[in-house]
Structures are given as C-alpha cells and as structure tokens.
T-cell receptor, first 113, second 117 residues
Framework: GNSVTQMEGPVTLSEEAFLTINCTYTATGYPSLFWYVQYPGEGLQLLLKATKADDKGSNKGFEATYRKETTSFHLEKGSVQVSDSAVYFCALSDGTGFQKLVFGTGTRLLVSP | KAGVTQTPRYLIKTRGQQVTLSCSPISGHRSVSWYQQTPGQGLQFLFEYFSETQRNKGNFPGRFSGRQFSNSRSEMNVSTLELGDSALYLC????????????????FGSGTQLSVL
C-alpha cells in the first residue's frame, strides 16, 4: 500500500540555520504530495504541495520538489526562525479517495534563538 | 470566515462507553473527513463524506462510524470505547467535490482530545 517515511525528530536548530526534513514515499500511480505543519494546540495547516513530478511547492520560505526518480519530497528552508518551531508532516494523496491523505509520522522542529 | 469547528475540545470517558464528536466545516465546504492522531500510529484516515454520503473509509473497526448532515456538519461516533481509542480526533473540510484531484487543500480543525480511562 501507499506509505510515507520521514526522518525522526526532534530536529534542533539555531535561528537562521538551514533546514532539511527528509521525506520519501511509496505509491502506485502519480500521487500528489504535501507538507502540513502543526503548531502546539492547533490542527494541521497546509504548508505547500506539488501535484506532479518536478513541481516545486513553496510557501513562507519553505520549498520542496517532487522527485519521482528518487520518490522524495524533502522540505527545505534557508534560514529558520523561532516561530517555525512546530511538527511537520509529509503526506500523499493517490487520488482514489479525495480526502484520504496518507501521512508520515511527523518531525518535530525546535528552533532556539 | 470561521474555520473548522470541532466540539468538544476535550472529552474524558471510561471503557465501554460511547462518544459522539462533532465537526462544523467551513461555510460552503461540502467535503468532510476525519483522522485519528496518536503518538504511536501518527495520523490515520477514518472516513470521508461528501453530500451526506460516505465516499471512503479507513481501516478501523465497525465501532467507529460517522455521518454527515444536509448542512455539511458531521459527527463521528465510537461505541464500546477501548483504552486504545485515546487520541486526538481531527476533522478536515474542503470545498472541492469528489473525484477532483490535484488540489486537495484540506482545512483542519483543532481537534477533540479523547481520553479513555
């Protein structure tokens, strides 16, 4: 079945450091890929998405490129801020069930001043 | 525009009881889905509704059920609660119709934290 694997956390960084959170997936067909973010006490918010190979999603300084050849969708940011501290989830949708997303286990990011 | 509203925010039940959770989607959204979030299993899909019809169901026992009303509000019910049902239950809504893929932007509520004692 479809699955998403993302790196274990927590990831601890100093402010202005470079961020990479790895995400790889297994899916049949051509899934859409997403990154969601969850701040403490809140629900998930869509951060960015990509719907086909080589697409780059970007938002708020975060970027991720849909790499079909390596089945990856790694999240990057050039300079993190304390306010970026949250849990980040990689997810895929195979299109067979419109709202049926398969999520990774989440990676907690802690950014210190 | 109000976001996705889930009630109650916290709930404490004992084993064997049943519980009903409520979700009001963003106004105009007709698709609603439910997810269970636990530290061990992460986020798992429960069900998806569109126009009062269940379109998809995850791999959960029959004790988990749901429904959607004509105003798009949704409820999920868990009967005969077990300790393992303790979780954060998240509801998400979307404005897009079923079978439209490629732009699945879900809006999540803050969830209902269920504790089973």
């Amino acid at each position: 079945g479809n699955s998403v694997t993302q790196m274990e956390g927590p990831v601890t960084l100093s402010e202005e450091a470079f961020l990479t959170i790895n995400c790889t997936y297994t899916a049949t067909g051509y899934p859409s890929l997403f990154w969601y973010v969850q701040y403490p006490g809140e629900g998930l918010q869509l951060l960015l998405k990509a719907t086909k190979a080589d697409d780059k999603g970007s938002n708020k300084g975060f970027e991720a490129t849909y790499r079909k050849e390596t089945t990856s969708f790694h999240l990057e940011k050039g300079s993190v801020q304390v306010s970026d501290s949250a849990v980040y989830f990689c997810a895929l949708s195979d299109g067979t069930g419109f709202q049926k997303l398969v999520f990774g286990t989440g990676t907690r990011l802690l950014v210190s001043p | 525009k109000a976001g996705v509203t889930q009630t109650p925010r916290y709930l404490i039940k004992t084993r064997g009881q049943q519980v009903t959770l409520s979700c009001s989607p963003i106004s105009g959204h007709r698709s609603v889905s439910w997810y269970q979030q636990t530290p061990g299993q992460g986020l798992q899909f429960l069900f998806e509704y569109f126009s009062e019809t269940q379109r998809n169901k995850g791999n959960f026992p029959g004790r988990f059920s749901g429904r959607q009303f004509s105003n798009s509000r949704s409820e999920m019910n868990v009967s005969t609660l077990e300790l393992g049902d303790s979780a954060l239950y998240l509801c998400a809504s979307s404005s897009l119709s079923y079978r439209v893929r490629g732009d699945e932007k879900l809006f999540f509520g803050s969830g209902t934290q269920l504790s089973v004692l």
